[in-house]
């Protein structure tokens, strides 16, 4: 609940998107990267098969990283992602309620000319049929769509170090 008010109020771009978005745009000229936060709202009876999927996208993810199938740029976009969970109490209380759990994606840092599309990397892993098939199981996990939001970190000591990613 906190994060999304923190989402809505953020100064920055609020977007809603049906995925990950497309390509990351050069945002700011200051002297951090940005971060990009996604927040998938997704059903309570899906809780389970949404998060068995996100498992079987990174470890997509890693095996085209490891068969060389990506880019330096798009290696180290995908090393800097992580998934937050609600915390399992917060969960289960959502859970009970019929309410939405929220899953929050960062990218820190936001990797200039990378896509972040979800559907990019099912297909390049996957064929379009299959990609095809995975994204819309992904899509009716979801209660609405994601917020996508990104910010730049304020200081140096807000900043990831980029070089402890790529």
């Given amino acids: 609940m906190l994060l999304r008010l923190v989402s809505t109020i953020a100064v920055g771009i609020a977007l809603a998107a049906g995925s990950f978005g497309t390509v990351a745009p050069v945002l700011a000229q200051d002297s951090h990267p940005p971060v990009?936060?996604?927040?998938?709202?997704v059903k309570p009876e899906s809780?389970?098969?949404?998060?068995a999927w996100?498992?079987?996208?990174?470890?997509?993810?890693?095996?085209?990283i490891a068969e060389g199938k990506l880019s330096p740029a798009e290696t180290c976009a995908f090393?800097?992602?992580?998934?937050?969970?609600?915390?399992?109490?917060?969960?289960?209380?959502?859970?009970?309620?019929g309410l939405p759990l929220d899953y929050v994606f960062i990218f820190d840092p936001l990797v200039d000319g990378v896509s972040y599309s979800?559907?990019?990397?099912?297909v390049a892993g996957l064929g379009e049929a299959e990609a095809t098939a995975k994204l819309a199981a992904y899509q009716e996990m979801l209660a609405s769509d994601p917020s996508l939001f990104v910010a730049t970190p304020s200081t140096g000591a807000d900043a990831v170090d980029r070089s402890s990613v790529c």
Avoid: C
């Avoid at 996100?54 to 095996?63: F, H, I, M, P, W």
């Avoid at 090393?79 to 009970?96: C, D, I, K, N, T």
């Fill in 47 to 51: 809780r389970a098969a949404y998060e």
């Fill in 36 to 41: 990009q936060f996604i927040i998938n709202h």
């Fill in 118 to 122: 979800l559907e990019d990397y099912l």
């Fill in 79 to 97: 090393r800097s992602w992580r998934v937050l969970v609600p915390p399992a109490e917060m969960a289960e209380l959502a859970v009970g309620a």
């Fill in 54 to 64: 996100v498992a079987d996208y990174r470890t997509l993810v890693e095996k085209l």
